[in-house]
Nanobody
Framework: QVQLTESGGGAVQTGGSLELSCANS????????MAWFRQTPEKEREGVAA????????YYADFVKGRFTITQNKFKNILRLQMKDLKPEDTGTYYC???????????????WGQGTQVTVSS
């Protein structure tokens, strides 16, 4: 029973920063990877970053490397995405997800939050 809730979205100008948070209020047994995805009407859902539930190994999409950082707390019930140097193309709905593997493929993840909107103005 995994329940994910995102927060921290908002509107910023190009070059700005935001930090997204995801709280898992449910049972985390069986979750081996936590990740962030994003989606826009023009693009299919794409993986942004992931972190292994054990070991904290991280994975990033090429388009966010050097700008975004994914972290999780000690108790593995809070996931964060620190975003800096934001660009208009980063605009979208960001979703927290929990799944079996850190492959950044949406089909791998069984649990999803409701999403939080990020808007970056030029």
């Amino acid at each position: 029973q995994v329940q994910l809730t995102e927060s921290g979205g908002g509107a910023v100008q190009t070059g700005g920063s935001l930090e997204l948070s995801c709280a898992n209020s449910g049972y985390r047994n069986g979750v081996f990877c936590m990740a962030w995805f994003r989606q826009t009407p023009e693009k299919e859902r794409e993986g942004v970053a992931a972190v292994a539930a054990a070991g904290d190994t991280t994975y990033y999409a090429d388009f966010v490397k050097g700008r975004f950082t994914i972290t999780q707390n000690k108790f593995k019930n809070i996931l964060r995405l620190q975003m800096k140097d934001l660009k208009p193309e980063d605009t979208g709905t960001y979703y927290c997800a929990a799944g079996r593997y850190c492959d950044l493929q949406s089909s791998t993840f069984q649990h999803w939050g409701q999403g939080t909107q990020v808007t970056v103005s030029s």
